[in-house]
């Protein structure tokens, strides 16, 4: 298992040190985490990658939560389950930052935002997990 790509950009420029916690936290879930880029080719590639890891792992995506989800995003969304099957899980994970710039459950708002927009995808394997506070 590995985490290759979760910068400060993906967490809007979170230290170093929330970054190595949220990659701590994803590798003890022992899920892959990936996260989501908007180059179409990017996304190609993406959805390749995880469509070759264990076909019983879930998938998880760690998003912005104060970004509101985008079109773009649920077709990547769609673009992924095409690409995985049908079976495998897929949770999208809102991250909120605290105060010290760590990665911290979402407002109650985002994460509603999050879980509404997902729905309207219809896909009974994926789902939306808005931790509970702190991830430090």
């Known amino acids: 298992m590995s985490i290759r790509h979760i910068d400060r950009q993906t967490l809007g420029g979170a230290s170093h040190q929330s970054i190595a916690e949220v990659q701590r936290v994803a590798a003890q879930s022992q899920c892959r985490a990936r996260p989501y880029a908007s180059a179409l080719e990017v996304d190609d590639g993406i959805v ?3 469509a070759l890891v ?10 912005k939560a104060w970004e509101p989800p985008v079109l773009e995003f649920l077709d990547f969304l769609r673009d992924l389950r095409a690409g995985i099957g049908t079976t495998r899980v897929v949770t999208v994970v ?19 935002q999050w879980r509404r927009a997902l729905q309207s995808v219809g896909d009974p394997r994926l789902s939306v997990h808005a931790a509970a506070g702190s991830l430090s």
Do not use: F, K, S, Y
Request: hydrophobic residues 45%; glycine residues 12%; aromatic residues 0%.
């Open 48 to 50: 390749r990658e995880v």
């Open 54 to 63: 264990d076909a019983g792992a879930p998938v998880v995506v760690l998003v």
């Open 94 to 112: 809102p991250l909120g930052l605290d105060e010290g710039g760590l990665p911290a459950a979402p407002e109650p708002a985002h994460a509603e």
